[in-house]
């Protein structure tokens, strides 16, 4: 069955950086782009950044621009996700998910999600 597996959050100060990864099995990862999503308590559950099944194309939230990057070994089978200024709004579980997209667009990236991991916590201490 499909897993993907979430690892590298943790705690860590204002304006440090985490690096998550998110682990893929099951599935034939170079057909599916890779997305990273967040939920904070009391918030609704937000897409960060995407990355197409290439890692060509990526697409960031505003809050992700300039400070989160998206990156993806498709011979590891590994989404990454570097996050770089962090402050208290980003303490959240993120999951990474997987989605078959046949065009980058705005709609497809922000359609349901195939699979879904288990999450990783990252807080951040002010």
């Known amino acids: 069955q499909v897993q993907l597996v979430e690892s590298g959050g943790g705690l860590v100060q204002t304006g440090g950086s985490l690096r998550l990864s998110c682990a893929a099995s099951?599935?034939?990862?170079?057909?599916?782009?890779m997305g990273w999503f967040r939920k904070a308590p009391g918030k609704e559950r937000e897409l960060v950044a995407v990355?197409?099944?290439?890692?060509?194309?990526?697409y960031y939230t505003d809050s992700a621009k300039g400070r989160f990057t998206i990156s993806r070994d498709n011979a590891k089978n590994t989404v990454y996700l570097q996050m770089n200024s962090l402050n208290p709004e980003d303490t959240a579980v993120y999951y990474c998910a997987a989605k078959r997209i046949y065009d980058f667009t705005i709609a497809s990236i922000m359609a349901e999600y195939d699979y879904w991991g288990q999450g990783t916590q990252v807080t951040v201490s002010s």
């Open positions: 099951g599935l034939t990862f170079s057909r599916y782009a």
């Open positions: 990355a197409s099944w290439s890692g060509g194309n990526t």
